[in-house]
């Protein structure tokens, strides 16, 4: 191992700012439309059911290990790993690589960030009362076909992003996210009751949490599985480093199994709640769901429209996705901006500066794929944004996750016996030293599945 201590550097002012910044970034777009839809079509309490198991078994595990490497060091991916390897190894290198996937990841999710921003302000104005519901659709097409108002958008959601992030942990991060976190659960609880209460909810209920196993029959128990397998997986945003920098930032109060378990925890409420939202309310109007984006900006929209006080609750809605994109993309601009400070030496300002003007560059070519660049096609016809998704999601997440899994696991690495030490430091639920055949061969043939079910 290289020479030098855990860097002194600013933590958070309280565990629940770790905690809810940290589910902050793991809380995101799929929370909302995936997690749902994939419980409705995998036969709902069984898939449930299943998730939990992967999520406590794989997903917890390996986010320990993110965490562990950050708070080891008390720094950042790169020189985290520098701290941690032995002489002449070049773990290191993946630092680099998560920083690319951190990068890669905010060039289109800040896009469509902006398209949740986008719908609050409408619903808010009032501009979508009145929309017939043949012209729900079109409204969304008209937004794709408008490059001027999606970079407006997504322009803001970046300098507001990293206007936070130019502050300290405590006085921008962890204040700002505390905030929107609070207001996220706070609305998605309101909205779960006025679905719930509405005429015939009850039907969206049995069909989203009532185990079905027909219908996963249907698509095949196999598929059901490696899909519970993959949301647990990709839930928690773990493999490039985005919650390794909080890592970096907390204290020794609690055991990192605690601390992952917590956080799985909430992005599970928020997960399962969201589906209290959609089932409900689609059922109660006779909307069948729909996969994708056309749930939220097509499917949702119709019924908001259509819904006694649609306006407010249109509007509340989109609020609630603007926080859950908003959170994460804070969390990540701020590991990027760590690596910029850390690297080059620079003031968070400046790092700031640089990273705002960097990312609006990078997230302009994902808006004119709709448009402009809609020709522009890569891996099986996908468009801009669907090949950044792809390379993140199906590549560099899985592909991370298991070079923490190596490098924490074995001697060639920093090492299991080490890993463990830091992860069962504190008060809470510890990590058992016989599971170490576990670690080191079930979890990296786990997400060898998954790699390879992405990339096929």
Known sequence: MRSGKRVAREQFRSRIGFVLVSAGCAIGIGNVWKFPFITGESGGGLFVLLYLVFLVGMAAPILTMELAIGRATGRSSVGAYRMLEKPGQKWHLHGYVSIIGCILLMAYYTTVSGWMLDYFVRF????????????????????MANPSEMVSYMALVVVFGFFVCSFSLQKGVERITKIMMTGLLLLIVVLAVHSLILPGAGEGLRFYLLPDLDRAQKIGIDKVVTSAMNQAFFT??????????????????????????????????VALVS????????????????????????????????????????????LFMTFASFSTVIAVFENIMSFGVEEFGWSRRRAAMVGCLGMVLLSIPSVLGYNTWSGVRFFGNKDILGTEDFLVSNVLLPLGALVYLLFTSFRFGWGFDAYLREANEGRGIRIAKALRPYFRYVLPLLILVIFLRGIL
Do not use: Q
């Open 124 to 143: 808010a104005d009032g501009s979508m009362e009145g929309v017939a519901s043949e012209n729900v659709k079109g409204v969304f097409d008209a937004l």
């Open 236 to 269: 928690v945003s773990i493999g490039v480093g985005s919650m390794e920098i909080f890592g970096s930032y907390m204290s020794r109060e609690k055991t990192l199994m605690t601390e992952s378990l917590t956080i799985c925890a909430l992005d599970t409420f």
């Open 275 to 318: 589906g209290l939202i959609i089932f409900p309310a689609c059922f109660s109007f006779g909307v069948s769901p729909d996969e994708g984006p056309s749930l939220i900006f097509v499917t949702l929209p119709h019924v908001f429209i259509h819904m006694e006080g649609g306006r407010i609750w249109g509007s509340l809605f989109f």
